[in-house]
């Protein structure tokens, strides 16, 4: 039984079949002497035998071993049916494949007889081809029903899918409570609620401009690239699945969280982060092909089609990146950010100005 011959056509899974049924005949002939044993060794246990505890051991080790046999019997004998299944319909595809190799010469005929009795043999033929592909139809309609293992492995993937969206469900649902949690304004201390410089330095250990979205944003995407910048269209623009990490200003792609925990610094096929001063993200309305996709445009006019589990998934990321993108575009203004020596010297030239134009 645990013999790893595997068999080449159906009359080997037959033959492997029938050594296998052998092999059940010999356990079920056994059956009397297993049951013999056990009850002479429960008989033994019943009168306190001295050796009461090897016994008790020996009937366990038995009917375990016992169990086991029967258990890979049925398993191997599972194996081989899915097998003799997926042969079979390897035999009859083959054998309706070579049927229709053997009609194409007569369909892709243009012959059209020259007299009555050349159209007469031409319609008899037809005739018997109708008859034939008639009688073919029941083998063409077997075909087209899914073996065991074709439905065995439709549910294992329907399950792994399922899975994962409860995952994904239970991530999203942890990060929802995570930000509530984050944004919900802390209680404040009944003791140094009584101190009159509690609330001043609560409010100094706050830096401004700060906000929740500082902490970052991810979570799984499906990505599409398509603008490398205005002019040059990316060389991939497949879909791939990603896992996202937003943190302040740069959006980063990884294949899965653990590299992006383990190991932040290796990113998807080695792509830099994506710089998002002047970027937008909006809901890609012009995209039919998949739903729950928004567009990312950057400030270099790379391009990106981004797909989410659904809608509300979909519009989080949306105002994420576009909360992320409007804290890096805003920050002082020029004015604030030129020395006070040279605003001096703008005024000094200002007023030569003025005063020669006088």
């Known amino acids: 039984m645990n013999t790893s011959e595997k068999p080449r056509d159906v009359g080997g899974v037959e033959l492997l079949m029938s050594?296998?049924?052998?092999?059940?005949?010999?356990?079920?002939?056994?059956?009397?002497?297993?049951?013999?044993?056990i009850s002479l060794g429960k008989e033994l246990l019943s009168r306190n035998h001295y050796a009461s505890a090897e016994i008790t051991d020996k009937l366990v080790a038995l009917n375990n071993h016992r169990q086991g046999v029967v258990q890979r019997w049925e398993e191997r004998w599972e194996n081989l049916q899915l097998i003799l299944e997926v042969y079979q319909f390897g035999r009859d595809a083959a054998v309706a494949e070579a049927w229709l190799i053997a009609q194409e010469p007569y369909l892709m005929s243009t012959e059209l007889g020259h007299t009555i009795d050349d159209v007469e043999n031409l319609i008899k033929k037809h005739e018997a081809f109708e008859k034939s592909a008639a009688a073919q139809e029941e083998r063409f309609s077997a075909l087209e029903r899914l073996t065991t293992f074709e439905i065995r492995e439709m549910k294992r993937r329907e399950e792994a899918e399922a899975e994962e969206r409860a995952r994904l469900e239970r991530e999203e649902a942890e990060r929802k409570a995570a930000l509530e949690a984050a944004s919900r304004p802390k209680e404040p201390d009944p003791a140094s609620a009584d101190r009159p410089d509690a609330g001043g330095a609560a409010i100094e250990e706050r830096p401004e401009g700060s906000s929740p979205d500082e902490e970052g944003f991810e979570g799984n995407l499906v990505r599409?690239?398509?603008?490398?910048?205005?002019?040059?269209?990316?060389?991939?623009?497949?879909?791939?699945?990603?896992?996202v990490v937003l943190r302040g200003s740069h959006l980063a792609f990884y294949k899965d969280p653990k590299t992006a925990k383990s190991t932040p610094d290796q990113r998807f096929k080695g792509e830099a982060p994506l710089q998002l001063h002047g970027a937008t993200a909006s809901v890609?309305?012009?995209?039919?092909?998949?739903?729950?996709?928004?567009?990312?445009?950057l400030e270099n006019g790379g391009d990106f089609l981004l797909q989410a589990q659904n809608d509300a998934e979909m519009n989080t990321w949306i105002s994420h990146i576009n909360a992320h993108a409007d804290t890096t575009a805003s920050g002082p203004s020029r004015s604030q950010t030129l020395p006070a020596s040279g605003q001096k010297e703008d005024q000094k030239r200002r007023s030569f100005f003025t005063l020669k134009k006088t």
Do not use: G
């Open 19 to 37: 050594n296998h049924q052998s092999l059940k005949a010999e356990i079920d002939a056994r059956e009397d002497n297993f049951t013999s044993c």
């Open 284 to 297: 890609a309305t012009d995209y039919k092909k998949k739903k729950h996709v928004f567009r990312l445009k």
């Open 224 to 243: 599409k690239h398509e603008w490398e910048n205005t002019t040059v269209k990316a060389s991939n623009r497949s879909w791939d699945k990603v896992f």
